[in-house]
């Protein structure tokens, strides 16, 4: 499989065409979406839980444990923030299934990821899935970290058994995230596909290619009225330190529905959240 060579170390957002912001509007990170076809209510902003997460754990869990990561769940709940973005490479579903003790689970949309390959590793997987989450039903599932281009063929099983489950009312919608450009293209392509989690920053940090070219993908899957949800918008951290440009990049972009940040304090919440709304007028 052939790999782009991306940016490394240093990285300059001051060749970027900033024509591209025009036209942006009020938005808030607690506005409502409808997303994808199947009109799953979400939160313009996700609270992403993976921040350099394997191996059952992330940053968030590692620094705030249980209560400290509820507490922030609980607190984006409480500023109109209700879309949580958990997956089991993570570890997270337990301390999601903790902030639904004081949050409503009809009013969150919880988004989790599998690696399932086969019809009865989805089957195992869902099952742990709801008994880890105490949620009966998932509204995001998707299929996590696609890289080969012939991922639905290897993924067959595994997208059955969701689509059954799809019809039992056990997921409200479904899709994959990708971390190529090959499997990006291959999920604009693919019907079954009703959203998509990709990389996206004015930058092309950790993306799967150039943001022209990820725009250009993006674009064709909402012209099939897939949903699209951003993530890496500041680039796994190499862009902090420019996040209002990030923002203002991802709000501008219509074939981007929402996205996803992993926030690991309340005050940093709140200062994205402040973010947000200036961002989007600037254009």
């Known amino acids: 499989m052939q790999r782009r060579k991306f940016l490394t170390g240093a990285i300059s957002l001051s060749a970027f065409p900033y024509h591209l912001f025009a036209g942006t509007t009020k938005k808030s990170a607690s506005d409502v979406i409808e997303l994808g076809p199947k009109k799953v209510k979400v939160s313009r902003l996700a609270m992403g839980t993976g921040t350099n997460g394997s191996g059952g754990s992330s940053n968030q869990t590692r620094?705030?444990?249980?209560?400290?990561?509820?507490?922030?769940?609980?607190?984006?709940?409480?500023?109109?923030?209700?879309?949580?973005?958990?997956?089991?490479?993570y570890g997270t579903h337990p301390y999601v299934k903790e902030a639904l003790k004081k949050v409503p689970r009809e009013k969150v949309a919880i988004l989790s990821k599998t690696h399932a390959?086969?019809?009865?590793?989805?089957?195992?997987?869902?099952?742990?899935?709801q008994k880890e989450l105490g949620s009966d039903y998932i509204d995001v599932m998707l299929l996590h970290c696609m890289m080969d281009p012939d991922w639905p063929e290897r993924k067959k099983g595994a997208m059955e058994f969701i689509t059954e489950a799809q019809s039992k009312g056990l997921i409200k919608t479904k899709g994959v995230s990708c971390h190529t450009l090959g499997?990006?293209?291959?999920?604009?392509?693919?019907?079954?596909?009703?959203?998509?989690?990709?990389?996206?920053?004015?930058?092309?940090?950790?993306?799967d290619a150039d943001p022209q070219t990820v725009l250009s993908v993006l674009k064709e899957m909402k012209a099939a009225g897939k949903g699209v949800i951003g993530m890496k918008i500041f680039g796994a951290g190499k862009l902090r330190h420019r996040a209002d440009e990030c923002l203002q990049f991802a709000l501008a972009q219509d074939c981007v529905d929402c996205f996803t940040i992993g926030s690991e304090s309340i005050a940093e919440f709140t200062d994205l959240t402040k973010k947000i709304p200036a961002a989007a007028v600037r254009g």
């Open 63 to 89: 620094k705030l444990g249980m209560s400290g990561l509820s507490e922030l769940l609980h607190n984006a709940y409480d500023n109109g923030v209700a879309f949580y973005d958990s997956a089991d490479q």
């Open 117 to 129: 390959n086969t019809y009865e590793e989805m089957k195992a997987d869902m099952a742990r899935f």
């Open 183 to 207: 499997a990006l293209r291959t999920s604009a392509k693919t019907p079954w596909v009703e959203v998509q989690l990709a990389r996206i920053n004015p930058a092309g940090a950790v993306m």
